[in-house]
Nanobody, 124 residues
Framework: QVQLVESGGGLVQAGGSLRLSCEAS????????MGWFRQAPGMEREFVAG????????SYIDSVKGRFTISRDNAKNTMYLQMNSLNPEDTGVYYC?????????????????WGQGTQVTVSS
């Protein structure tokens, strides 16, 4: 089992920054690839970024490239999403997720563990 605990969401003005954290616990957590998803009101949940615990391979959705950075601290079993230059279109509930295997997937159905979600609201 892998347990995921998220933190760092909040309200920020356009152009501001936030850093989301996802702390993982439980045995064999390093078996899993990690990812961030978000869901805006009335829209489907979408992939934002992913990272491999083993190799540090990262992947991003096009709309956040150059603004968001996904990273990890293996000693702390923690994944981060640094979000800069935020705009109102980034508003949504952000979820931390974990999947089996070493390949990052953009499909939410492939992820078997999920955090509780944290609200990110960007005002204009």
């Amino acid at each position: 089992q892998v347990q995921l605990v998220e933190s760092g969401g909040g309200l920020v003005q356009a152009g501001g920054s936030l850093r989301l954290s996802c702390e993982a616990s439980g045995r064999t957590f390093r078996t899993y690839t990690m990812g961030w998803f978000r869901q805006a009101p009335g829209m489907e949940r979408e992939f934002v970024a992913g990272i491999s615990w083993s190799g540090g391979l990262t992947s991003y959705i096009d709309s956040v490239k150059g603004r968001f950075t996904i990273s990890r601290d293996n000693a702390k079993n923690t994944m981060y999403l640094q979000m800069n230059s935020l705009n109102p279109e980034d508003t949504g509930v952000y979820y931390c997720a974990a999947k089996q295997g070493v390949v990052v997937s953009t499909t939410s159905r492939d992820y078997v563990y999920w955090g509780q979600g944290t609200q990110v609201t960007v005002s204009s």
